[in-house]
């Protein structure tokens, strides 16, 4: 935290613009032997001169600064905006360390925005999931959590358990307090809901986990059946982000669309059919794989029966609902259900909503603004936390143990959510008990 770190903002490449950050006790005056006129005042984009140490003109920028408290890192920070591309930013980040910085490590400045109190720890992922969203709904789950959505709750939750640890303080603290011990079974009340709410919120990671990897959407049938074709249909009839996963043709071709309230990981397969084409096995293994961990399969065919067959040995391979597809619909005499044709865009359009209804009718509704669970590490401390207060319940319940001794479950519990966000505060007991409890008497 001593060191003045610096790096790239923005991708390295060809763009208009680069924004090149530094951050740390020394980032104006680093800054400041590269840039004039330096700006007036903070937070106020001023267009500079930026040159290298030996005051050779490197670009014209616009220069922002940001004065500690008040900045992303919580230091002081100088944002320049250059020209992009790859040689002018490389040579003005060169000149800052040349004059002392030091070049930033992956996810450096989000550390120190935490490390400094800026950011929670669930805020600091929600960046990091930002900016690798690949759909709508991955994007609003973490903008509710890095505007403090889910920190909010888990906070919440720790509070109740701290609350419940004074019911208990109170009672060994003060027997002889006029109102009596704290009935049982108000300890009992009250830790029952925070085990609901934590299970609640448990209850919210399958959708996290959907969210970030989105439903995994087979097109399944035989070589010919159109299966390609439909892929390809079915992206460009979406207001997709299209991210595809390079794959060989014989290997799976995946793509995320973004069309329904769930992301949807779309996979052509190779055809399901028996070979001595060592390779095109290889592709069919992969077809078998997929099938398994399917939410929802279209099996394709071109022709009635073969729509049929097709269905047939895929639910052999998934649990999930088979959805019948019949192919190249231009072509066909009569119309089946769910006739599509890549040719002509006929029926798919309903086949994309057709796929949304499924997976929802398998996950729910998607998340609105709830705060959910998105990642494992998340999960870990809420199911910890839960373990805790199930232990504290059993142990009043049985009244084996003393409550003091029963406390060290709440206490742990208290920590595993401060986990969570990163947040330790062995005070927060002691306020709650002064400021509810009137010790001063
Ligand atoms: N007329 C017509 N031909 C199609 C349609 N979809 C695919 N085809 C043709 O069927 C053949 C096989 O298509 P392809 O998508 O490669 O099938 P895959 O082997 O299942 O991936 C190709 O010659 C396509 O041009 C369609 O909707 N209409
Ligand atoms: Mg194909």
Redesign the pocket.
Known sequence: MDETIAAEATAHGRAAIAVIRISGLAAFEIAGRHITPWPEGHRRATLCTVRDGNGEVLDEALVTTFLAPASFTGENVVEIATHGGVVVPTLVLAALVASGARVALPGEFTRRAVLNGKLDLVQAEAIGDLIDSTSRAMQRVAMTQLDGGLSRRIEELRDRVIGLESLLAYDIDFPDEDDGPIPKSRIMVATGSVIASLNDLLATAPAGELVRNGALVV?A?????????????MLGRSRAIVTEVPGTTRDAIEAVLDTGPWPIRLV?TA?LRETTDVVEQLGIEVATRYLASADAVLA?G?TADGVSRTAAAVSQLTDAPVIPVR?????ASSLDVNT?????GQGIRELLDRVAEVVSERYGRAPADAPILTRERQRFCVEQAREEMVAFAAAIEDEALPASIAAVHLRSAVNALADVTGTIDVEDVLDRLFRTFCVGK
Do not use: E
Not at 222 to 233: D, E, M, T, V
Not at 327 to 331: E, F, N, P, R, V
């Open positions: 097109i049938g035989a070589p010919n059946a159109g299966k390609s074709s439909l892929f390809n249909a052509d055809g394709c071109d192919t190249k619909g231009d072509l599509v044709s890549a040719t002509t």
